[in-house]
């Protein structure tokens, strides 16, 4: 005796672009991921971010 198939079809996400929930949230993070580094470097180095850009 077979089984009947699924009557509902799964829903799939389409690929998002732009502005959306998940790209936010990365950038978010990288952005903080990228602040902490830039403090670190600051400490250990003594200079600040201009100096070490060659700004200043």
């Known amino acids: ?3 009947p198939q699924p009557s509902v079809t ?4 389409e690929p998002k672009f732009g502005f959306n929930e998940y ?3 990365l950038n978010g993070r990288a952005a903080m991921i ?3 580094i830039m403090v670190v470097i600051e400490y250990v180095t ?4 201009l100096s ?4 200043k």
């Open 46 to 49: 003594d200079q600040g971010v």
């Open 10 to 13: 799964p829903k799939l996400e």
């Open 1 to 3: 005796m077979t089984q």
């Open 52 to 55: 070490w850009l060659g700004l």
């Open 23 to 25: 790209a936010e949230r």
């Open 34 to 36: 990228g602040f902490i």
